[in-house]
């Protein structure tokens, strides 16, 4: 089934990271194998904020198999080399959990996609995010689970995406788990609810083309695709409404840029969103109870219509 | 079993669009005969009185706690009862087999209203998925929005949002009227059986898809036509009716009905009279 979440403030920074728990814990029931938050915080933006996984959860419920931890630091021994070879600094490093780092490195290139291959060619290690805002955290469990995990809950900034997730088509882990980076672009992400039934052929195309996916979760295609739109030229807007005809299925999906918001529903209007729409907020999930834990007080909402896009600048 | 005749002598009602046909037999008209009213009871109902109202704050209550509560004030005989803080919770006031007031001062989540026979519902908010899903009779009124599967399966009875409403509104209804206020989304009417749709905003794309029967009637304009949904005449009888009801529901009385459109099922992609075996049709 699968909940997703989202908001943006316009024009002030907020609590997002206890907002988006509150929001995500409210659709717990449908599904906690996994959640996953995408938050966009407060920073200087000079430097990039790295979050990578050097392994996987293998707890109760994984369908990871049991690594010895200390693969995980010869793992984050090669990525330090890695990064001191290309020339990015690691300013700040932050083991959170054993095979879940955060870095803020200075790096001056633009492009990421090198950077990336070459982190990600160690066998076992994943960049979850990449950004000068953006920073992707999941794992498996519910919303709050995850927050204190990760102690989440004070972080201050603009927007936030999330996820809950009930796993229906691939594994119980953390590659499957939303929200997706747009790799191998700066603070992009991506979650969705739903089925694309296209996967394989847009997958194999994309593929050939350069692009990469992690995960046999067929919601990575997105953040692919949107990935490969804006390559091309597109804006965000424009990919969103190309992905409308380009993707088969049912969804309901949100992407997240530094400064943007943006949903998407196909034309069936067979998943559902519930949003809410002010000047100063902009907050939305798949069912109103989440909304509702953050603005308890009686708000106008509504569902957005079938094959709709909308894109929110904070 | 159901013993289905059709009738070549058409109706009022079936010159709108309705179905053609008569059910007699071991159905609803049996089930119901005031012959036989005292051998018959009507699981879960109560002798209420209208005029004596109670408020019922729902705020740190499950759904099923709630819903136990309205049946137990029920079953004190109140027979208005305000619903305090329901804050977007699913399945609130489901199963209800009563004449009752109910009036939700807030939103309700999805499956509100569910599986109801008689209530007269007032929300002051909006509601989510699959509202008033099954029901029977009664009027059910939203102030503001609705999500998608509006009025999913119903029998009988008033369903009205006076704001817009998601995809999908009236999927499989089988009787009853729904009227909607602002617009419609995708699909709806999907594979509706009988009944009435009013839209007095915009619909969007395939409305009517595989309609069995029943008619829509829509003031703005329609995104597209769905498999089998056709233009039908706009009669004097529907525009008295659409008057009727839009004054009874409590929006669009000065609608000019005279410039809706009317769609009913082509029956070239099923024909629900005539095709389907009789034995299916008493099971519906």
Redo the contacts between chains.
Sequence with gaps: MCGIAGLIHRGKSSNVGHELQGMLQALKHRGEDSTGYALYGDTDGKNFIMRFKVGENVGEGSSSVSEDVSVYDERKKIVDSYLSEMGAKIVKEERILPYSLRYEIQYDKKDLLEFSQKIESIPGVEILSMGKSLEVIKDLGNAKMVCDRYNLDKLVGTHAIGHARMATESGVDIKSAHPFWGYPFSDVSVVHNGQLTNYWNNRRALENKGMRFMSECDSELIAVYLAEKMRDGASLEEGMKESLAGLDGVFTYFVATKDSLGMAKD????K?L?LYESDDLVAMGS???A??SIL?Q??????P???EVKVWQI | MANLKNITKKTKAQAMGMHTEILTGRTQQKFFNPDEAENFYYFGTYDVDFNKRTDLDVKDMTAAEANKEIDNLMSQGFGTIVIKNP????SLGVGILNKLNLIFE??L??FGIGSCDGPIVRIN??V??SCAENLMAGKVVIE?????CFGAAIRGGDLICK??????TGIDMKGGTIIIGG?A???TGFMMQRGRIIILGDV??NLGDSMYDGTIFVGGEIGSYGSDAVDADLTKSDQDWLKRKLKVAEIGEKFDVSKMKKIVAGKKLWNYDNLEPTEKKGAI
């Design positions: 034309t069936m209007a067979a559902p519930v069912e109103e109870i909304i509702r308890p009686e708000i106008d909402t509504y569902d219509f079938d094959g | 804050q977007g919770k699913h807030g939103s989540g999805y908010g909006r989510g998925w503001k929005n609705a999500g998608s704001g817009s409403v998601g995809a999908r617009d989304g995708a699909f969007g794309i």
